[in-house]
């Protein structure tokens, strides 16, 4: 069984992480999956909330958006709505508790890191997109921070990537495009932790429940993309 | 291992469902899990959003909410904020998705079902209540409608019931109050069909990350938490 | 001349004070007045607004507000219209007159109270079934801070009811219900404490003006009706 | 006993009634009640709102505001916080009704007319001067609009008048200016038809609960208020 | 070659400057072009904005709005409408920018001034008449500030006046009304100084584009106007 | 008189501009100025605004917004705010009308043209590069439209582009960075047409009230600027 694009069920789209995109920000990567691109950029500030004032321990927040033109009908900008859209909420939440995970914010002092995940142009697993883009544009400011000596400890815990994985006609699949998560009966996104643990699954019956077998099929699926993202993470810092 | 209140780990809360806790809505009950008390009303509108017109399908939507008296510090007021909050908006997108699953939208004909799930009372678990309760609301108002002719079709096709699941100090735990769900390493809500197939699976972790092991055993818990729950359904709609 | 519920024109609807409604708010009672219910929640929290820091006295605040189903069509939740309307603005301003009326601010200190009255089912009345409400509920939170030793003087100098009034084909009447409203020529919201004083008078010519005499007949039924009110609070507080 | 500015307690300020301020307006009018000063504006637009549509009547609505200087301290402007304040809904309504009990709706075809008043000085009594003024404004726009042949009907059913009285060291008063306002135990703003009878009466005790004896004293002088008020009107109108 | 009103192509129309219109303000004026009204209000309070704190400098901010009733055809009320306008804004911005050069911030001291332009009826020009009136109401403000002493240093360094220039059929006029407005090819706004400088330029091709010769006459054409302004408002502050 | 970048004062820095950068947009391209980078998309949509409807004519729209990262110190995201700002309206406005000018909006049938710039990176000159950027994609999009049959005339009348210019220690300079334009004594931004004529024309005098000669001396600079930016479209358009 082969794919519209080609590929197997359990492969990746091409994914490219080009780092350093952006000249200010202390961390940025356009991270692309297929023709999903997204603008991954971490600032830091010195404070934190008011709620977290004197705890010694800092704080990373995130924000995801869309561009009007991200998707193939404009859409109207949330700014002129004058209100953030539930879709939108609720993907800046997952991102912000995703990358959590990979900090031990008492590393971090009383600073905040803030994460904006822009999507430039939106083909399916844009979340996905944004939460693997955002660990390396991360890793990039917090070095960053270590050499301005703004950040003494070292609060990077483990690495994170996420993936979608979704089925279709039967047949679990890795990484949907938009033709694909709009025909899922299931649509699941996975993160995962570089070693190999979960940290958020959220698996949705789009068209029709599934049962465990086909649970445990997608979690398997997602367990290798979210390896192979790991390894192309891992690269692109190497590089 | 007794847990606080003196549960099993694999034990609901006490839980009450009070049909027709409403006079004016088509359908409404009063749900607790415990402390929590959630309050759900079902009305139906004749007509359905402007993308589905001409569609002959109805719709259903949900919204949740949350008393400012229903937690332990009294919470600022979202109408007077003047913008739905994160959590709120992604809590309510939960319970439409839901609640749509358990509905053949092709046999409401052009109708819309408004679900309002308002939290009276929080002690953990508010978002499985809602869901839970809403399902039985559901019933009694699609009879209704039925009864008045307004719906000719059988739109009900599976029941739907939810809980939460955690892991409390390495041990899984079925449906935590508040007091257990701040101390959760994991934390993860299930929505179920009354068949036992799963509509949602959204696992966070929220003190550290989690691996198969322990995923396979929260879900374990989860389908027999769903399971009670659909029994106590069934019998609250016979009565 | 009966009414259509059997009342006679100067009697009250069933009237039905559930103190303690709530386990987290310091005060808290479920009020009804016939098929009118209305949750009454009061919290106290350290400190004043801005403009009265320094003083030395307390403050005193209330907010009112109706769920969606609680009328018979669903109206649209403020939350999400993004703005608090009119009528709940003037009737939350309204409580918050009336029960500051109730207290002596400079006993309080520096500490706030907020009164929450949100209207689970309305079957007219729910202004006055508020403050009502409020009042019981806000002697317990006034007592448990009292207990708690976070008010040290004695805030409460006098009770607090209210109660609506209007003239239906010619006929002066007590406590209307929706269906007596709508119909109602003149309609009077009176708040007045226990000792027989007032301290809000709303008139409103809703269908026709009125003169000085039929004035003089809403303003004695109102005294009558506060009177019985005020007694029912007192064996409510006395239970 | 006389008052800071020489009045005696039943005697109104100087009123000054200035038609015809602004040119596009249908009616328009700058009022003054002393230092207060109001511009009342009125247009008619075709067609009702939604809910009124095939009803074959007219409405009218009216939006009440001060500019951000007509306050001895500058208040923040309302659209920038990008909200209506509580005070500035319950004026607005309070204009709405009293003024629609000028009108007889079902003559006036399905158009709407909209009154502005605009407070560019305040200094106590600002609703009670727009009511006042936007009567006359009121009177220009619906005879402009007969003489256009865009009303056919006779909507005028009687006049509109309103004046504010207040109990200030034991003594009832008329018409309070911004310093006796404040002093003020107990306030009423009372709107009257030009036959004499009321429209609204709103009586608050700002410091101190009054008894049926000093709302007699306060209902007497408010008659004696408006009834001067109604005949300014007709001077005006008439000059 | 004659206008509508009688005027010459380099000719403004009557000009009014009623100072001190308001008893609040610290400077206050109704200023009129015509039969374009605006009414200026200068305030002044302690502090500055944060980002410029502790810098011992001060700061002038304006606002610009319209009341409903200003145009020919009602307007939707901003505040109602929960939003500024995008025209708001930038002539709020505009009168702001231009005020800002006829001060020295380092004389004000860390105090903030801040100008209300409200227009109360318009007939083109409007942006412009609230520069010039504001210059006038800013002088008699700070000279009362002088007074208290509350200002020290001598902020004022300049005199601003503004006014329209367009070309209509191909002839270059001075001080547009509305009727001239809306069929002028080119329309452009000239902010001066009383030393004949400028401070804002701000040409749009309406209809049209516009050559170089043609820019040329309307700069002339506006430095004839600023400077009758000017001598206008000298006489205005000489009276 | 050489720059910090090495340009002499009426040298443009690197133009890049790159077509077709996105994949849905019906024209886009990415624009850079320098370090400036702008992302430019434009949509067709079938019909109009409600108050051009049946006019037979089409209408064109813009929007302008900044990624929060864009600059060198993160800025709060306006969807977040809840509301544009005014500069971000101010400018929004500004390519609008310039984009307009190239268009006979009667050949475009009662179609809708939006256009969104968005700054993904800022270093001065976002406006300009924006209206540049722009013209560019709707050329492709209108070529798009006329090729799927969506346009049947001819809409585009002459090509747009836009430059800033300033004064900076006496010597007026072209197409300034953030380090110039902060510094400058004066400020203007330019929108000519292919042709050479004025389409917007915008000083401002940022620290410093501008004189005749210096003005002509801007505007001399900005012909060569917009010139060579017409020139450098053309090339993009042949490529």
Chains 1, 2, 3, 4, 5, 6 share one sequence.
Not at 135 to 147: F, S
Request: aromatic share 4%; charged share 25%.
């Amino acid at each position: 069984m082969t794919r519209e694009d080609g590929r197997t069920p359990d492969e990746l789209r091409p994914i490219t992480i080009t780092r350093g995109w952006l000249d200010h920000a202390a961390g940025s990567c356009l991270v692309e999956f297929g023709k999903t691109r997204v603008l991954c950029a971490v600032a830091a500030t010195e404070g934190v909330p008011r709620w977290r004032k004197g705890s010694g321990m800092g704080w990373l927040t995130a924000e995801y958006a869309m561009l009007p033109q991200a998707t193939h009908d404009r859409s109207a900008r949330e700014s002129v709505k004058g209100k953030v859209g539930g879709r939108t909420h609720e993907i800046s939440r997952l991102v912000g508790r995703s990358l959590r995970a990979a900090v031990d914010l008492s590393q971090l002092g009383e600073n905040t890191i803030a994460i904006d995940c822009d999507v430039l142009q939106a083909d399916g697993g844009t979340r996905t997109a944004a939460i693997t883009g955002a660990y390396v544009a991360l890793v990039d400011a917090v070095n960053h921070l270590k050499q301005q000596g703004a950040v003494k400890g070292d609060p990077l815990v483990d690495s994170i990537a996420a993936v979608s994985v979704g089925i279709i006609d039967g047949t679990p699949m890795l990484d949907l495009p938009y033709v694909e998560d709009v025909r899922a009966e299931t649509d699941m996104n996975v993160v995962m932790t570089g070693s190999g643990k979960f940290i958020e699954v959220q698996g949705t019956a789009e068209n029709a429940p599934f049962d465990r077998s086909e649970l445990d099929a997608l979690l398997a699926l997602a367990e290798k993309g979210c390896a192979d993202l790991t390894r192309l993470q891992r690269e692109a810092l190497d590089a």
